[in-house]
């Protein structure tokens, strides 16, 4: 009874080799039919986003040591069908694929869930694209009147239930490793609430629409945008479905006439607000507190605006500043985190080794009871038939004794052979055979 992962990630390989290796929903669909009918594994989830790409098997009937010869054989089949599904060179994958399993496999997922294996420290976005690849193959597994294996299933379940505790003890996602959360945190230090703020923001590019995404998520209701190209901005407000203000970035200083909170990140050569438009603003504001954040490199706004009464002015430098502090305090949380996956992908497998032992033990009795019901058949059609019944019971003792004790006689003989001296011992301890 085998947990296997199979993966490539950011670690590994280039940006370039893990589009290749993407699923995409149709390509995912057809990865899980083939895996299905190939019988190369039980069940699967496969987890794919721009950093990695990452299958997890339930694959019972291979040898659970790692360098026995099935799974050596299992592992080549897998790697082969992972190249082929991708239509790329198998030599362009081998250094940059890895495989893990049981205990292994078990405390990647959970590492990866909890945002210990991110490309930034304790990034949230994981836990929900894990449990999106979990649904899309729960989904597909109920289409074909099957469902996923009890074992991964449990698996999984106790990875979401992992990525909650290290969330909720540790320190891990509670501060700002990003410009644009950074440039957001400021702004929650030094204002309440941000339903009665307004703020401008300049440009439209990546940077801002996080920003802006932030800044809505924290109830932020009147965001204004300045863009040099007005359908740009337009573009912004429809892909995040919010109610802006457009503004060109001629009417900059229309904008900061109004604005609270001021946000610039462009790629202009030149400077965008001056230290006068910053001063004609807080006039036309009564000077009330004004926060300036400049993400541009270079600066979209005069360093010296700053010196004027109620403005607060950070540059991207600032925002580094707080990121790598922040970062040092993720790291010290992120080793509270390792210890609760450590413990929790111990624990499942703990239940995975009780439940292997449940089903051992029941297949076990189920072949002993078949063997009892076809003895007693044929000891009673030979009574039947008027042969002696003492020797037809001396029999059937005696070839159900023999079957019965086959199974566990090869079991000791194979544990002697390859010294396994506490199997032995348990099994002796269980007999009452010891001294």
């Not at 390792?338 to 089903?359: C, H, M, P, R, Y």
């Not at 009673?380 to 029999?395: C, F, H, K, P, T």
Request: glycine share 4%.
């Amino acid at each position: 009874m085998t947990i296997l992962a199979l993966g490539i990630n950011h670690k590994t390989a280039s940006v370039g080799l893990r589009e290749k290796v993407a699923f995409v929903d149709n390509k995912r669909d057809l990865a899980l039919t083939q895996i299905q009918e190939s019988g190369l594994a039980e069940s699967v989830v496969i987890l794919s986003t721009c950093n990695r790409t990452e299958l997890y098997f339930h694959q019972p009937n291979i040898s659970p040591r790692e360098e026995s010869e099935e799974n050596i054989q299992w592992r080549e089949q897998c790697f082969h069908w992972f190249a082929q599904i991708h239509q790329l060179d198998e030599n362009e994958l081998r250094e940059c694929l890895y495989f893990k399993q049981n205990l292994e496999a078990a405390n990647h997922l959970m590492n990866v869930a909890s945002g210990l294996d991110s490309l930034i420290l304790g990034e949230p976005q994981i836990l929900g694209q894990v449990k999106q690849a979990y649904q899309f193959s729960e989904e597909f597994y109920q289409q074909h009147q099957r469902t996923i294996s009890t074992k991964l299933s449990r698996l999984f379940q106790r990875t979401f239930a992992t990525a909650k505790r290290v969330r909720s003890e540790t320190e891990i996602g509670s501060q700002a490793v990003s410009v644009a959360y950074a440039a957001c945190g400021l702004a929650r230090q030094i204002f309440d609430n941000f339903g009665k703020l307004r703020f401008l923001l300049v440009g439209a590019g990546e940077t801002i629409e996080l920003v802006a995404r932030y800044l809505i998520q924290h109830g932020a209701k009147n965001i204004m945008v300045a863009n040099r190209t007005h359908i740009r901005a337009e573009m912004l407000a429809e892909k995040l479905n919010a109610p802006m203000q457009i503004l060109s970035l001629s009417a900059l200083q229309l904008g900061l006439n109004q604005a609270d909170v001021v946000i610039s990140s462009t790629g202009s050569p030149d400077t965008l607000i001056t230290k006068e438009m910053v001063s004609i603003a807080q006039k036309q504001r009564q000077f009330d507190p004004l926060l300036l954040i400049d993400i541009a490199v270079p600066r979209d706004i005069d360093e010296k605006a700053g010196e004027l009464d109620g403005v607060y002015s950070y540059s991207v430098d600032d925002l580094q500043n707080i990121i790598q502090r922040n970062m040092a305090q993720r790291e010290e949380a992120a080793k509270q985190a390792a210890e609760i996956v450590k413990e929790e992908s111990k624990a499942f497998f703990e239940w995975l080794k009780q439940q292997q032992s449940s089903d051992l033990i029941k297949r076990y009795r189920q072949d002993a009871e078949q063997i009892r019901q076809e003895l007693l058949e044929k000891a009673l059609q030979a009574i039947n038939q008027g042969q002696d019944s003492q020797r037809v019971l001396s029999e059937l003792s005696y070839k159900l004794t023999n079957q019965l004790l086959h199974a566990p006689t090869q079991a000791l003989q194979s544990m002697a052979k390859s010294g396994n001296s506490t199997g032995l011992q348990s099994f002796s301890k269980a007999l009452k055979l010891e001294e």
